[in-house]
């Protein structure tokens, strides 16, 4: 569960048939390859996590009140930290797909333009209004943004899971930092999430809470595409 960024380096290739692994696992050999079972795993783990940190507070707080009810500000002190605990963590989570400061407008724009040459109309469109881009996969569906992605899966729309990545050159424009990542992603998705940290798994609604307002439909859409594709045929 460690939330320092991972790094993927580009690739030219925009194949999304490609199943060649990406070199950045050489770098993490030590991580078992991610799929969907192991996914579940780590949730479960989060959730755990969470409730070992939670839980305590809401005890004391209880215990404090049945002991002594002037002991009531006291109490309240620990529901807020029972309340807070899980904000930080989606704070870190919603971290992974917040914008990061522009640079030259000429730039931005040419890297808008490739990125959208990678991408269907739907998904440049929501792009357009959020910054970010919808990528279907067999994990689930992705939210790419500049230093990582948030995956929503069919039958856990209820949790998203926040990775946490970033391109070798930091100073490339935004567009061409989703469209590194969003090709490392195509070309070996499994991989992509083992090379990534998983920064937050949780609720939906308290990364979505975190991220900026203008990005809010793109978790929304993923959401809705995991709702779809759980639905039965």
Do not use: K
């Not at 424009?173 to 969003?182: K, N, Y």
Request: hydrophobic residues 50%; positive net charge; contains cysteine.
């Amino acid at each position: 569960m460690a939330a320092d960024p991972a790094v993927v380096g580009s690739r030219s290739d925009g194949d999304r048939e490609t199943t060649t692994a990406l070199p950045e696992l050489e770098a993490v050999a030590w991580r078992p390859r991610v799929d969907a079972a192991r996914l579940d795993r780590q949730d479960a783990l989060w959730t755990l996590t969470t409730v070992a940190h939670v839980v305590p507070f809401l005890a004391a707080a209880a215990v404090l009140v049945w002991l002594e009810p002037l002991l009531v500000p006291v109490a309240l002190l620990c529901l807020v930290h029972a309340w807070v605990i899980p904000a930080l963590y989606a704070q870190r989570g919603a971290n992974v797909v917040r914008p990061r400061p522009r640079g030259a407008a000429g730039p931005e724009r040419v890297a808008v333009g490739l990125l959208g040459d990678l991408i269907g109309h739907e998904a440049r469109a929501l792009h357009a209004r959020t910054g970010l881009v919808l990528e279907p996969g067999r994990l689930g569906t992705w939210v790419v943004g500049e230093a990582g992605a948030l995956l929503v899966r069919p039958g856990r729309r209820r949790r998203a899971e926040c990775w946490c990545v970033q391109v070798r050159e930091p100073e490339l424009p935004a567009g061409d930092r989703i469209a590194h990542l969003l090709l490392a992603l195509r070309a070996d998705e499994t991989g992509f999430a083992t090379v990534a940290n998983l920064a937050f798994s949780g609720a939906p609604w308290r990364v979505r809470a975190r991220m900026r307002r203008a990005q809010r439909p793109a978790l929304d859409a993923a959401r809705a595409a995991a709702r779809a594709a759980a639905a039965p045929r």
